[in-house]
T-cell receptor
């Protein structure tokens, strides 16, 4: 399977715990995006990387959230001291920056986080 | 403010029938518009992408239209199948930006 993969697919945690999600983009894609999606809503942008550089962060990305892409390949999203409001689907997408004006993003299956 | 609004919020149709989903956007400058299909618990999958110069684009039983003057798009589904049951999300990319602006989606249920 050469698509975007995410791990784990589901995570249940207690409030106050830290969680970390991983995203493996399509291998030749240099851009990687993180989104959060709550029930009945479209995805909301969190942050994106071009290679290993984090170029933009949304104001939704509070101090408890941190994302890394150390070698320009896979990325991790960590949430510290989780709160019940963090419960959502976390989606990762990747794209190739030289893909004309389309810059199509391919999404992974998501990680569903439930904070009890 | 850049926004994408979709209607209806939800829709139920019988298998074999056609339907049309609507998308209005206030995004400037406009780069392109996409329709995604999202099955429950899965990531979105692209159906069509259109730039301002493209008025219509088809992908099998899915046909998207774009009117850049009125800033409206529609997604027409022909001869619906049970597997079409999903959320359909309209997404607009603003020129010069790498982030996409998502609508809330239309939840379609196709019943036998």
């Amino acid at each position: 399977d050469t698509g975007v993969s995410q791990d784990p697919r589901h995570k249940i945690t207690k409030r106050g715990q830290n969680v970390t999600f991983r995203c493996d983009p399509i291998s030749e894609h240099n851009r990687l995006y993180w989104y959060r999606q709550t029930l009945g809503q479209g995805p909301e942008f969190l942050t994106y990387f071009q290679n290993e550089a984090q170029l933009e962060k949304s104001r939704l990305l509070s101090d408890r959230f941190s994302a890394e892409r150390p070698k320009g390949s896979f990325s991790t999203l960590e949430i510290q001291r989780t709160e019940q409001g963090d419960s959502a689907m976390y989606l990762c997408a990747s794209s190739f920056s030289l893909d004309s004006s389309y810059n199509e993003q391919f999404f992974g299956p998501g990680t569903r986080l439930t904070v009890l | 403010k850049n926004q994408v609004e979709q209607s209806p919020q939800s829709l139920i149709i019988l298998e074999g029938k056609n339907c049309t989903l609507q998308c209005n956007y206030t995004v400037s400058p406009f780069s392109n518009l996409r329709w995604y299909k999202q099955d429950t618990g899965r990531g979105p999958v692209s159906l069509t992408i259109m730039t301002f110069s493209e008025n219509t684009k088809s992908n099998g039983r899915y046909t998207a239209t774009l009117d850049a003057d009125t800033k409206q798009s529609s997604l027409h589904i022909t001869a619906s199948q049970l597997s079409d049951s999903a959320s359909y999300i309209c997404v607009v990319r603003a020129g010069g930006y790498n982030k996409l602006i998502f609508g809330a989606g239309t939840r379609l249920a196709v019943h036998p």
